[in-house]
């Protein structure tokens, strides 16, 4: 999330109330989760096991729990609470805002474009040309939709992250800033929920196919020509590569890559990155071939006792 202006390292230290280890005039660009961050960004750690991955990352601002050693060319922001601080960076820079119509006043439509009934269309969406949005469709602010895009009934574009921090009281929800990014192209099923990023964005590419009663998480990448089924449920930070296959009920792990033209087979759990043009099913997923000869082998088991007993 880049900020609407360049601001100083000073600046940035007075929203949050913390001290700093750098120049005042340190430039402080926008805001990243460690995944996406980039120079000019802010992004932050609470845990010594990441402190290293934080303080290497392309990040050159890092809000951490601890005054460490600067590298050079870069600047600290020193918190004792470095993720309620991230967060009232998010409220300071992205604020809610409330909406009074049901198609805000800042959403932009293209040409041909049909709005159906009941619709929802919130502040600075952009939706392209020869696109149908369904009845009941809830678009959240921010999100970009290309041209030649349906989306069908019920479906939710940009609620939260599904991201939390354990403390003694209970959960603190790490606050979204990001967008939904639905490139040209693209069908979205009824009943899909696809959940803005944290501080990027979460982006189905070009031509890609989505049926119906699909989670897709937080920061998520969906590639080009993707086939998703049913029911499938994608965890946040995945990278799915272009011409990927989901079939219905497959559930796949955060933080993993889907390689190109992978196919998944129903109800697969994938919690590894995959290999290009490659099968995969069951749970733990593996490849198609190999699962199904080790469930041919279980199915001789019984056999293989009964011989045992006469032996």
Known sequence: ?????????????????????????????????????????IVFVDHPKYYDKALNSA??????????????????????????????????FKPFQSSNSSIAATAKIGKNTII??????????????????????SIYDDSIIGNNVTIHAGTVLGASAFYYKKR???FDQLISGGRVVIKDNVDIGALCTIDRGVTGDTTIGEGSKLDNQIQVGHDTIIGRKCLIASQTGIAGC????????????????????????????A??????????????????????RDKFK?????KKIPELIEKLKHI
């Open 116 to 137: 159906q009934p009941n619709c929802f269309i919130g502040n600075n969406v952009s939706i392209g040309d020869n696109c149908i949005i369904h009845s009941n469709v």
């Open 294 to 298: 080790e469930m041919a082998y279980i």
């Open 1 to 41: 999330m880049k900020f609407p202006k360049p601001h100083t390292l000073k600046q940035i230290a007075e929203i949050i109330s913390t001290s700093y280890v750098g120049p005042d005039d340190f430039p402080v660009l926008g805001m990243n989760e460690i995944h996406v961050v980039e120079p000019g960004d």
């Open 238 to 265: 995945v990278v799915i590569e272009d011409e990927v296959t989901l079939w219905g009920q497959v559930g796949v792990k955060s933080g993993i890559t889907i390689a190109k033209g992978t196919v998944l087979y």
């Open 168 to 170: 003694p009281e209970g």
């Open 267 to 288: 109800q697969s759990g994938l919690g590894h990155s995959t290999e290009e043009n490659k099968t995969y099913f069951g749970s733990p997923a593996d490849e198609a």
């Open 59 to 92: 990040a050159t601002i890092v809000l951490i729990n601890k005054e460490v050693d600067c590298p050079e060319g870069k600047a600290l922001l020193v918190s004792d609470d470095p993720f309620r601080d991230f967060n009232k960076l998010t409220l300071h």
